[in-house]
């Protein structure tokens, strides 16, 4: 049993999931299979995973996703704090640089030139790279690679699965697709 926990923009949501998982990514894969929505959102995001009260860096994301859980752990997927990304600060800090770097070269009569003016350089980088940020928007890409499969070699139907992704188990008489858990092509 694991308690999955939602922060911050996730929360929409849900705040608080308990499920019977044996390890951190298996509980992460059935919350994403059940809410529509929920992969693609956290794909254009930054979050920050703590499981046990210990946080989880890149490099031991994989083995602790794999890792069993013990009983009733807590995992917390938390918003990564950064900056807006919209240029608004790297305008606001180079008109600062400029600002400053024109006051010790007035102040000191130019003696102080040697400082100043890198300093008023680097703030007018700063103002043109934040105005390009403000200016340019970013093209949206689709990351959600799971819906999207372009491999048509064997049919024009999509019915190849990825490892990892649940094959659906029925009972009773159904019509259904099929699942092609393993295929090859041998030529002689």
């Excluded at 994301?61 to 997927?77: A, Q």
């Excluded at 006051?103 to 934040?130: C, N, T």
């Amino acid at each position: 049993m694991a308690i999955v926990r939602f922060y911050g923009d996730l929360e929409k949501y849900g705040k608080r999931f308990n499920l019977d998982v044996m390890t951190a990514g298996e509980a992460l894969k059935a919350l994403l299979f059940q809410m529509p929505g929920l992969q693609r959102h956290m794909n254009n995001g930054l979050y920050r995973l703590r499981i046990s009260g210990e946080d989880i860096s890149e490099k031991d994301l994989k083995k602790s996703m794999s890792s069993v859980l013990s009983e009733n752990s807590v995992i917390h997927i938390v918003p990564k704090v950064i900056g807006a990304k919209n240029g608004v600060f790297s305008f606001i800090a180079g008109a600062i640089l400029v600002v400053v770097g024109i006051i010790i070269s007035g102040a000191s009569y130019g003696s102080l030139s040697a400082f100043s003016g890198p300093m008023i350089g680097i703030g007018v980088g700063l103002m043109a790279g934040g105005l390009v940020s403000m200016l340019t928007k970013l093209p949206q890409t689709n990351i959600d690679d799971s819906t999207t499969n372009n491999n048509t070699s064997f049919s024009n139907l999509d019915n190849a699965v990825t490892q990892g992704q649940p094959i659906p188990l029925c009972y009773g008489e159904m019509m259904i697709g099929s699942k092609t858990l393993s295929q090859g092509i041998r030529t002689e």
